[in-house]
């Protein structure tokens, strides 16, 4: 349990890395694929990146609230910045809501390895579906 | 510690900064598009409702059913509400998003208040009145960024 920390580097280095694709691409997509794009992205990294802090420290639960939360908002919102103001704004409130929700589900599943492998492997396939719905527009 | 005072008066400035961004939306309601008329109600009746419906169970924490319902009740009025303004598109959205975030903000009360629903060790029963405070002065500056960010999309 103490590699945990590499994994959510792993995550955010994904996360830039398409980050940094879609923002070559931006003028190619719609308003309604970024709409879907920045809540995806925005969701899903929040709730990998709970679950993961909240099983690295699992005694300092408001902290790690907070930090899902300003996490969770700042990714969606600069995954929606790439293309409208309103796009900011769903995946800033979707950023959010997932990511006061991470925590808890992160605190409730006791510690269980097979759920933080089904929930990277979520992360990873949602990555992979933004990856080819933007590349196929 | 007696710590309802604090919470009667986040509610009140919670109630009076919804009430305000009701009023300024109804004045410029006119000028929305579809589009923004659904964002504005999902987004601002999400965060509204999930601090209201966490600060009412903190400060009425014994009936959870009853309210869990009222709460759910609240905030799927102020979602109607917001979203009556523009369409019946963005109404639709403003009811969905209000009752799930009431739903979601009376989860967030009971787990911070009883910490053994999530598992979470018994070090958490020394300090859950600090927690109580920290939460809802945290929800409290979420409602201020995103209605802050609101309004600054009048003029965007």
């Known amino acids: 349990m103490g590699y945990l920390g590499f994994l959510l580097y792993g995550n955010l280095v994904l996360i830039l890395l398409l980050y940094l694709y879609l923002y070559k691409i931006r003028k190619l997509i719609g308003f309604q694929l970024g709409m879907n794009i920045s809540m995806l992205a925005g969701g899903f990294c929040a709730i990998a990146t709970g679950v993961i802090l909240i099983y690295q420290f699992p005694l300092k639960f408001v902290i790690i609230t907070m930090i899902t939360v300003v996490i969770g908002m700042m990714i969606g919102g600069l995954f929606g910045a790439l293309f409208d103001y309103q796009t900011l704004l769903t995946g800033y409130i979707n950023g959010l809501m997932m990511g006061i929700m991470a925590p808890m589900v992160g605190a409730a599943a006791n510690t269980s390895i097979l759920f933080l492998f089904f929930i990277e492997a979520v992360f990873l396939l949602s990555l992979l579906l933004v990856f080819l719905s933007a590349k196929n527009t | ?156």
Do not use: W
Not at chain 2, 21 to 40: C, E, Q, T
Not at chain 2, 129 to 156: D, H, K, P, Q
């Open chain 2, 1 to 156: 510690m007696e710590l309802s005072p604090l919470f009667i008066m986040l509610i009140l400035v919670n109630g009076l900064m919804g009430f305000f961004f009701y009023f300024v939306m109804y004045k410029k309601r006119k000028l929305f598009a579809d589009r923004f008329g659904m964002v504005m109600a999902a987004s601002g009746s999400s965060i509204f409702c999930m601090n209201l419906a966490m600060l009412l169970h903190f400060l009425f924490p014994f009936e959870i059913g009853v309210l869990a319902i009222l709460s759910t009740v609240i905030g799927g009025g102020i979602g109607l509400l917001y979203g009556a303004l523009v369409r019946f598109q963005s109404l639709l959205a403003g009811f969905s998003h209000g009752s799930i975030g009431s739903i979601m903000g009376t989860m967030v009360g009971a787990v911070v208040e009883n910490p053994a629903l999530c598992g979470l060790p018994a070090a958490y029963f020394n300090d859950v009145e600090n927690n109580m405070i920290l939460f809802g002065l945290f929800g409290t500056g979420l409602v201020f960024a995103t209605f802050g960010l609101l309004f600054y999309s009048l003029r965007v």
